[in-house]
């Protein structure tokens, strides 16, 4: 079976790719590419491409003729035009329901509480600098125990962050709309979005980037957090209107934000966010340690050998 494997340019094409073509057999011939019309043949004849965050547009579906199955190899499938891969019969699944990378997220989403409760970063520089800078950053380190922690999206990543959290002696509050009330397993209460922003002191987003969560935060709902609050995203960029963000915290309107994705990633050099006051920022790294990508090239291509062996594969996102 042809299988096209599309690789970021920063993951190291050849190795992966030999890696991939070992893992799935020899009844696959596999190509692997850093973007999916790189190579205009291997597109024509793949049934099956595998993709990170690499995009997969309309276009790509359109000359993809023996295309029938997208694989994400992450959580969020907002890269694949899933109108367009509906429309050609193409079936796209996520690797939602593994938790391949769960744990690694809510750590890192942790780790970016913790840095800004504690004024890590502006310690660390200012130590660099040789300026002592407890007199001027005491007042703004916080701690985490009694505080509220709202997290907007309760799936495994999100769950696996309030496991995480009892441990510091948070209250937990969440909301999602497909999510059951738990409040009996993670001691948690369910509550409307902008209830959750107005009684939370940090907030920590695991939704996915859909049509209708593009701007879930937008200037209206970034005005609800309180004036000390904390921000956290690793899910993706866009949930966030960037340049409401950037504005409140310049005006001290929200303590500070922690940010692992930005709308585009990478971001441009003179985006207000960047030089925001009072964030910590990391690369898109929360989900890509050595244990998570092994986990989730393995659901991934375990995904992909279901489909071939004529099995429904799992996490589907559209019908094929």
């Not at 009684?199 to 939704?207: A, I, P, R, T």
Request: net charge negative; hydrophobic share 45%.
């Amino acid at each position: 079976m042809r299988t096209l494997v599309v690789i970021s340019p920063h993951v190291g094409g050849a190795k992966v790719a030999l890696a991939v073509a070992a893992a799935l057999g020899p009844e696959f011939e596999v190509t692997a590419v850093e973007d999916a019309g790189a190579d205009p043949e291997a597109l024509r004849e793949a049934e099956v491409l595998v993709t990170a965050l690499a995009p997969v547009t309309a276009e790509h579906l359109a000359s993809a003729a023996k295309l029938r199955f997208v694989q994400c190899a992450s959580h969020g499938y907002d890269h694949v035009d899933l109108v367009a891969a509906a429309r050609g019969k193409v079936a796209v699944s996520n690797i939602g329901s593994t938790s391949a990378e769960a744990q690694d997220v809510a750590e890192h989403a942790l780790c970016l509480i913790l840095a800004l409760a504690k004024q890590l970063i502006p310690g660390h520089n200012a130590l660099r600098e040789g300026d002592w800078a407890l007199p001027r950053l005491q007042s703004g380190i916080t701690e985490l125990f009694g505080k509220t922690l709202g997290i907007v999206g309760f799936g495994a990543i999100g769950q696996q962050l309030a496991r995480r959290a009892k441990a510091f002696d948070l209250r937990i509050v969440y909301t999602d709309p497909k999510v059951s009330p738990v409040e009996g397993e993670y001691d948690a209460t369910r509550l409307p979005l902008d209830e959750l922003l107005a009684q939370s002191d940090y907030v920590s987003l695991h939704v996915p980037l859909r049509p209708e969560t593009r701007h879930l935060l937008d200037a209206r709902r970034l005005a609800l957090l309180r004036p000390t609050a904390i921000l956290v995203n690793t899910a993706r960029g866009a949930l966030i209107d960037q340049d409401a963000l950037a504005e409140a915290l310049t005006e001290g309107r929200l303590a500070g934000a922690g940010l692992d994705v930005f709308d585009p990633e990478p971001p441009p050099a003179d985006l207000p966010l960047l030089r925001a006051p009072n964030v910590v920022l990391s690369p898109h790294a929360a989900g890509v340690t050595r244990e998570t990508v092994l986990r989730i090239a393995a659901a991934a291509l375990d995904n992909v050998r279901r489909y071939a062996a004529g099995e429904q594969p799992t996490d589907r996102v559209t019908e094929g």
